[in-house]
């Protein structure tokens, strides 16, 4: 199926790239788009992401069927309040915000009689760059996409939402809000913060030790996603809190589990951990096929 | 400068790729090798990485000019001592381990008379895949190799070792032993323990999580290396046990830190710590040039 008209709030890589897949795929006639950054909209209609930009998100989203919010997840409240009264009777909203309890909240809080048409979804896509000018119209297929619908969930919303990215050439899986929050804590989150952390400890050891100079290959790997988007990591955590410091305190549990191995000079107890770490990545770079 | 004959013991992905990178540049005649796993001999053979290999280390040893010792760190004394008797007069050995204070102790007790013909070196470049079939004659091309002399060392065996690794097209730095081992656990052996033990962190969770399933790009990057190998990463922890215990608690400082502004829900605090990552890591990528 196809709409008329798709609102696209937050003009940025994951907005700009779902607006992109969708107008390439001939999912709808017509994109609007609305963000706090004017530049950052202008250089979304001249990539072609949106056909044109409102001046405030109830503008933006009056003649739309179909409403993405992909903004920053600390402006999810506000936003939800701010179109909610602005929606046509038939719209549907959905998002794509990297944790899910925190938005259904916003949604429910904001959004009032429109929250039963509203979808939480959470494309697992991304890059460590952010900006319209990083995103692209095949950013996610292939790539897996999360919807949480609750229980006051509309079908008929679903459905839209599940044409939309299936336009966009996404898989897509259901899960329970926190069920999602939970595991993405562990896959996305927690790796993220260690990155974060580990780059940030060696960036603050004394300057003589140059140690970026010796760093190679495997730390390139191992530290490219600290180079996101602190605001957006910033937003995550207060986001999704509970779950991320659950997350922190099952690592920092194991990784004291490894310390004592190490420091009692256990090369059997290692070898147990290294082969079970070691079978169970390569049984994940097997699914992904590489 | 170029040699007659060169040693290579050890016939995995790092010894396989030094040899062919030598062969290659014409800096050696004849390439012996010999290493515990026969299969792996005749395939280094077989893929032109040696000319031939010995039945013994000292067999191997004994008309070389050049001595590269690339087995497991575990193994560095006893070869040393095995090879200490069997050397020529002006035969010079150098070594490619991850951590080098455990090298040179090795080779001083092991090479005897010869240490001050022994150069300590470490090339900063691997993959997470082991064996010489994974061996490639350009793994060297503008990657690092820190040398780390003593002061017993002569300077003619430094300048034999330097020509080396520049005809395998390497770039060259010295650094003290300590000073190694202690920015190497920083920046190689900490993100390998921080891989292996989110992988394995995330193995446990109750099989229903199915967390692997819902990883993305981000955590394939970040958990590459925990396909390492499992007996050199035990080799490692073994052999530069007390600077890792070092690099693990500042990390664990670190993330608790990072977890106290989590919990306190600062927000300010966390855009403090992810900006200064992001600034010391995308630095990082600049200096590399991507």
Redesign the interface.
Known sequence: MTIDCLAVIGAGMIGGSLARALRTAGFCNDVIGFGRNADALKKAVALGAIGRFAADAAGAVQDADLVVLAAPLATMEPLCRAIGGALQEHAVVTDVGSAKRSVVEAARTGLGAAFPRFVPGHP?????KSGVEHSSADLFRD??V?LTPVPETLPGALQLVRDMWQAAGARL?ELDVD?HD???A???H????????????????PEQ???????????????????????M??DV??AN?SE??RA?????G???E??TV??R?D?DG??E?????????????T??GR
């Open positions: 697992i896509a991304g890059k460590e790539h897996l999360i899986v069920h939970r595991v993405l562990a896959t996305s927690l790796p993220h913060m260690l990155a974060f952390a580990l780059v940030d400890c060696l960036a603050r050891l030790e140059r140690v970026f100079d010796f760093a190679a290959g495997g730390f390139a790997d191992f530290s490219r996603i600290a180079s996101s988007s602190p605001v990591w910033r955590c207060l809190r991320i410091l922190l305190d099952r690592f920092a194991e990784l004291n490894l310390r190490i420091e000079g090369g290692l070898l951990i290294f082969s079970r770490a070691k079978e169970a990545r390569d049984a994940f770079s699914r992904r």
